[in-house]
Structures are given as structure tokens and as C-alpha cells.
């Protein structure tokens, strides 16, 4: 299906362990992006990437890390999951973006609870 | 913190009134846009408005913008019960980073 998935829907993992959160999308959007939301935080860019092996971080990047080997994949890892990264997890995808006339689209995002 | 602040946090009104919220921003951006997000959902994009425009309409929204003051508002006006939502406003910069504020909680009550 055409569109954005992210998987796992719903994750438990444990303090320490090293989780990936996977992004794909169908469309070979240049750009793509990884937000965590929390209550009262609204959605925090964690990195975001223009095209395949670019990436860059946002606001909140420690203890994560990204990778983008091919166009449609943009894969999240946390190193050595804490606590304090239990949030609900949202990919996003968008082309053109700089000509200022495009949206992104948003997967339906990763529930990740660490306990 | 982040680039985009939204007032108010929340906002409740009657099926059929207007609804306003606004978005303050820190830096200068290349486009603003709107999104809502029903609950538990993704974020669906609603309105784009570029730097160099200053008022956008579609259907029942209308964006206004003011660089000068780093700040943008959405009106929705004749709310519906299915307009209950959080909405987002988000800056895109010129090196691409897309950035989102808090939200603002909507409830429209029947």
C-alpha cells in the first residue's frame, strides 16, 4: 500500500535494552522526520534527513540515532532506552519542502513504553 | 524549547461558533502550516501559508500571518462536533527542519 508505515505499532521494552523503531514510505520523499509526543510537549523533532545518507539532529537527539541508507527508510534507534523515552513516536515524510507549497505526511505512529 | 508556542493550551465552544487559536515563533521560516490530530492518530496536514503571504483561506479556515511579529493565528469558523481535535502549528526553516509547537485542545460541544 501506498503511504507511510511505521512498525511496531506498540513496543515494551526494557531500561538498557537497544530498540529500533521502523519508518517506510512509498512515495521517495526526499525528506523525512522522527518527532517523539508527550503530554504538554506537543511533538519534538529528533532528527530529521533531506535525502538519503543526510541527517540531522533537532531538539531532543540524545540517546537516539538515525540512519538513512536508502530513500524510503529512515530507521530510529534507541541506544540504551531509558525511562524518560516512553512517548508515542511519529515518522513524517514530505517532498519539495523548501519551495514552500508542500505538506508532510505523518505515519500513525509507535507507542514505545520502557520499562 | 520549541519553535512554536500555541495559545490557548485548550479552548471549548458550542457547535457553531468560531474557534481562534495563535502560534508565536523564535526565527525566521520559510512556511507555516497547520495540522490537527485526532486522538491517538497521526497529524493531518490543513493549511499552508509561505512567508512572503500574509492571509490563506480554505473552506471554513482562514490563516493569517505576521512576520513581524513572528506570529500566525487559525479561525475556524461555524465549528462542528467533528472539528473537536489538537491542533499544531509547525515552522518550516530554511535549512528544512520542520518544528512543532504544544498544540491547542479544541472541544466542540453539540
Known amino acids: 500500500d501506498a503511504g507511510i508505515t511505521q512498525s511496531p505499532r506498540y513496543k515494551i521494552t526494557e531500561t538498557g535494552r537497544q530498540v529500533t523503531l521502523m519508518c517506510h514510505q512509498t512515495w521517495s520523499h526526499s525528506y523525512m522526520f522522527w518527532y517523539r509526543q508527550d503530554l504538554g510537549h506537543g511533538l519534538r523533532l529528533i532528527y530529521y534527513?533531506?535525502?538519503?545518507?543526510?541527517?540531522d539532529k533537532g531538539e531532543v537527539s540524545d540517546g537516539y540515532v538515525v540512519s538513512r541508507s536508502k530513500t524510503e527508510n529512515f530507521p530510529l534507534t534507541l541506544e540504551s532506552a531509558t525511562r524518560s523515552q516512553t512517548s508515542v513516536y511519529f515518522c513524517?515524510?514530505?517532498?519539495?519542502?523548501?519551495?514552500?507549497?508542500?505538506?508532510?505526511?505523518f505515519g500513525q505512529g509507535t507507542r514505545l513504553t520502557v520499562v | 524549547s520549541q519553535q512554536g508556542e500555541e495559545d490557548p493550551q485548550a479552548l471549548s465552544i458550542q457547535e457553531g461558533e468560531n474557534a481562534t487559536m495563535n502560534c508565536s515563533y523564535k526565527t525566521s521560516i520559510n512556511n507555516l502550516q497547520w495540522y490537527r490530530q485526532n486522538s491517538g492518530r497521526g497529524l493531518v496536514h490543513l493549511i499552508l501559508i509561505r512567508s512572503n503571504e500574509r492571509e490563506k483561506h480554505s473552506g471554513r479556515l482562514r490563516v493569517t500571518l505576521d512576520t513581524s511579529k513572528k506570529s500566525s493565528s487559525l479561525l475556524i469558523t461555524a465549528s462542528r462536533a467533528a472539528d473537536t481535535a489538537s491542533y499544531f502549528c509547525a515552522t518550516l526553516s530554511n535549512d528544512y527542519k520542520l518544528s512543532f509547537g504544544a498544540g491547542t485542545t479544541v472541544t466542540v460541544r453539540a
Open positions: 534527513s533531506a535525502a538519503a545518507d543526510i541527517t
Open positions: 513524517a515524510s514530505s517532498d519539495n519542502l523548501l519551495r514552500g507549497n508542500t505538506e508532510a505526511f
